[in-house]
C-alpha cells in the first residue's frame, strides 16, 4: 500500500514540476509592451497545432457625431492572417475568435471606455467608438476557442487561448 502511494505522489509531483516549467518555458507574451499604432503582428498557438499570425490593430478616425461635427473615434481590431478572405475555410469556422474586449483611455481628457464583441469568424474589432480628442491608451484582448462560449470574453478550458496587446494611439486631426 505504501509503494503505491509513494509511486501516486512521485506522479504527481512530476507532473507540477513538468507544468511548471512548462508555464515558466513558455515565450514572454508582448503583452506588457506598449506599441504605436497602427498594427502589431503576433504568431499564436492555434488550437490544430502550429500557429498563427494574427494583427492587432489600433488607430483613430473621425466620425460624425449627432451635433453634426466630426469627431474622434477609435477603431481597434485583431484578425488571423493565416485565415484567407473571402474563402470557406472549415477551420475557420471551427476556430473563430469568440470575443474581443477594447479598452481605451484618453491620457489627455482621462475619460475611459471599454466594449465587448463577440465574433464567429477570423476577424474581431470595434469601430467608431467615440473617445473625445485626445492620445489614447488601448489595450486588445482577444479569446479564441475551439469550443463556443455564451459569455463574452470567456474561453472554455481546453483548446483555447487569450491574448491582449496595448496600444498608444495619437490624437486624432477632427
Given amino acids: 500500500m505504501t509503494t503505491i502511494r509513494r509511486s501516486i505522489g512521485l506522479a504527481c509531483a512530476t507532473g507540477l514540476v513538468a507544468g511548471g516549467a512548462v508555464v515558466a518555458g ?17 504568431r499564436l498557438p492555434y488550437p490544430l497545432g502550429g500557429e498563427h499570425t494574427i494583427r492587432f490593430g489600433a488607430f483613430t478616425t473621425c466620425k460624425l457625431g449627432g451635433d453634426g461635427e466630426f469627431h474622434q473615434a477609435l477603431s481597434a481590431h485583431a484578425r488571423d492572417l493565416d485565415q484567407p478572405i473571402g474563402s470557406f475555410d472549415f477551420s475557420a469556422a ?33 469601430g467608431g467608438a467615440f473617445t473625445g480628442h485626445g492620445r489614447l491608451a488601448v489595450t486588445i484582448t482577444t479569446s479564441k476557442s475551439a469550443l463556443p462560449t455564451l459569455a463574452p470574453g470567456s474561453v472554455a478550458p481546453l483548446a483555447s487561448v487569450t491574448h491582449t496587446e496595448r496600444f498608444l494611439v495619437p490624437a486624432g486631426s477632427c
Fill in 26 to 42: 513558455a515565450p514572454m507574451a508582448s503583452a506588457q509592451v506598449w506599441h504605436d499604432s497602427p498594427a502589431w503582428d503576433v
Fill in 94 to 126: 471551427l476556430f473563430p475568435f469568440n470575443s474581443a474586449t477594447v479598452k481605451w483611455h484618453n491620457t489627455d481628457t482621462n475619460v475611459r471606455g471599454a466594449q465587448t464583441v463577440q465574433s464567429t469568424g477570423p476577424e474581431v474589432g470595434i
